[in-house]
């Protein structure tokens, strides 16, 4: 009998405390500006991003032929120099050794 008096009391009370006024769907925060530093005239703006046909080229040059060409790694890693011998394709096994890793002699 106690039990559904208190609960009686504290069911009110515990519905009372999540009914909290929701934030409203528009409201955005202040608008952040970021200003330049001290010495310097203006900040900079940021990269625009690539976008369409050079956004595919771009990505295409990141694997540097991993995981399908080996051999196009190799040669990338290698003209980059500063005792770079070569490159394989390595990374997650599951995702096809998708990065192309430079080995250093």
């Given at each position: 009998m106690q039990f559904f008096q208190i609960a009686a009391l504290v069911?009110?009370?515990?519905t009372g405390v999540m009914?909290?006024?929701?934030?409203?769907?528009?409201a955005l925060p202040a608008p952040w500006r970021e200003e330049a530093a001290p010495?310097?005239?203006?900040f900079?703006?940021?990269?625009?991003?690539?976008?369409?046909?050079?956004a595919r080229s771009e990505m295409a040059k990141r694997g540097f032929g991993c995981p399908?060409?080996?051999?196009?790694?190799?040669?990338?890693?290698r003209g980059l120099g500063g005792g770079r011998s070569g490159g394989y394709c390595g990374g997650?096994?599951?995702?096809g050794h998708p990065?192309?890793?430079?080995?250093f002699n």
């Open positions: 069911l009110p009370l515990l009914a909290a006024p929701a934030p409203e769907a528009n010495g310097q005239e203006e900079p703006a940021a990269p625009v991003a690539p976008s369409g046909i050079a399908f060409n080996a051999y196009e790694c190799s040669d990338h890693c997650p096994w599951y995702l990065t192309c890793i430079c080995v």
